[in-house]
């Protein structure tokens, strides 16, 4: 959700500011108070909150795990700590437009583009 929502706010400044997607966050970091001009990724939180959504909880086994996925599968931190997770929970289906996340073999990558 965290992914998400920061996505969101990317997308909202890139639009909002008239700014290209590379050198985004850079960006953001230098002009800090045109955070506060944002508000899109606020509401999708809340909208996050009124969901029917379990979130499954992470903890330092799952994140040492996650550090195998990386070096096996070659995926950064939070896309090893996906598949990780969804491993240990016996999920296969992911939803995302991250072309990262074909070539694991025991999941099924759906992309809603």
């Not at 290209?20 to 045109?34: A, D, E």
């Not at 939070?78 to 969804?86: E, F, K």
């Amino acid at each position: 959700m965290a992914e998400a929502i920061h996505k969101i706010m990317l997308s909202e400044a890139a639009a909002r500011f008239q700014l290209q997607r590379s050198g985004l966050v850079p960006w953001l970091k230098r002009h800090r108070s045109h955070i506060a001009e944002l508000s899109e990724f606020h509401v999708a939180a809340a909208e996050f909150s009124d969901m029917n959504l379990t979130v499954l909880p992470t903890d330092a086994r799952l994140l040492e795990g996650a550090t195998d996925v990386s070096r096996r599968s070659l995926l950064l931190t939070n896309d090893a700590t996906i598949v990780a997770l969804m491993r240990r929970h016996g999920l296969r289906h992911l939803a995302t437009n991250d072309d990262d996340f074909d070539g694991i073999p025991d999941l099924v990558v759906w992309k809603p583009r």
